[in-house]
């Protein structure tokens, strides 16, 4: 699906409410037989002490595996995916079998990740988190490349490491931040940037903003959140971003990609097969 000549995609439930499998697979099938461009999903394992209950996703690359094997168009990923939670060439090997499974519809969303009670609760550095990441993506990029490769930093080390069997591809890397020094590491080989919606405001001025600050010839993604009739309440807006209504997305898709972008990621309220057979629907007609 595009609008404007910006591909659309759309974000599976993360911890809106319990979703179990057959509800994932049902959404990902509707988006899918929709028209959508892409599924992606969050790469988290625990929120807690914001006034909510407590609550988790499933697992992002056991669903990633299910959904890549489950699909035969859309491309999928992980958006984005924390390079703290597993060792560098694990991730590799993960995003490599995945793409395989995917038959080359797969995207590596990348990000140091950012939730201290995950990291603390499943017993994970968080500090550093920077300079982690940069010797995790050095591993990963060289082994999805097909490198041979042998790393000793202060954080992670490989040695003789390979991916064996051999990746069919190379496969892409998005890199998810705005952190200045991740993007300096990431950005003269990543294929694509995404940008979270509460990082612009989620306007198009605000996104034509934040991607004027990106001197790179990459790819430019925005996470879109979007209230479906009236939403339900299920995704509350972030930074004091205010959510485009259904109605006027169409419009609203058109202005961002004049401003840049040339992805949108739909963040929907309420996230569930009707909303996502809605959208479509709607911008089919726009």
């Given at each position: ?55 988790g996703p499933w697992d992002c690359w056991t669903l990633l595996a299910a959904l890549a094997a489950s699909t035969s168009r859309v491309k999928l990923g992980p958006l984005v995916a924390s390079t703290s939670f597993h060792p560098p060439g694990l991730i590799a090997r993960m995003a490599s079998t995945i793409d395989e499974v995917a038959g080359g519809r797969f995207v590596l969303g ?177």
């Amino acid at each position: 699906m595009f609008v404007a000549g910006c591909e659309v995609g759309v974000q599976l439930p993360e911890v809106e409410r319990e979703v179990r499998w057959p509800e994932l697979l049902a959404i990902a099938a509707t988006a899918e037989a929709s028209g959508f461009a892409s599924i992606w999903v969050g790469d988290h394992m625990l929120y807690r002490g914001d006034g909510r209950p407590e609550r988790g996703p499933w697992d992002c690359w056991t669903l990633l595996a299910a959904l890549a094997a489950s699909t035969s168009r859309v491309k999928l990923g992980p958006l984005v995916a924390s390079t703290s939670f597993h060792p560098p060439g694990l991730i590799a090997r993960m995003a490599s079998t995945i793409d395989e499974v995917a038959g080359g519809r797969f995207v590596l969303g990348l990000g140091s990740g950012w939730n201290p009670v995950e990291f603390e609760a499943f017993g994970i550095a968080f500090e550093n988190r920077a300079a982690r990441f940069e010797e995790a993506f050095t591993i990963i990029r060289k082994l999805l490349a097909g490198e041979r490769v042998t790393f000793a930093g202060a954080h992670y080390r490989v040695h003789d490491a390979l991916l064996l069997p051999p990746p069919a591809r190379a496969v892409p890397l998005m890199v998810g931040t705005r952190g200045r020094r991740i993007l300096n590491a990431t950005l003269p080989h990543a294929a694509a940037w995404n940008a979270w919606y509460a990082w612009y405001g989620n306007t198009a001025d605000g996104f034509a903003a934040l991607s004027a600050t990106i001197e790179a010839s990459v790819r430019r993604s925005a996470c879109v959140l979007v209230s479906v009739d009236g939403g339900a309440g299920e995704r509350t807006a972030e930074g004091g971003s205010c959510p485009v209504e259904l109605p006027r997305l169409g419009e609203h898709l058109t202005a961002l990609a004049a401003a840049g972008a040339d992805e949108a990621i739909l963040v929907l309220d309420p996230i569930d097969e009707r909303s996502v057979a809605r959208v479509a629907e709607v911008l089919a007609a726009s």
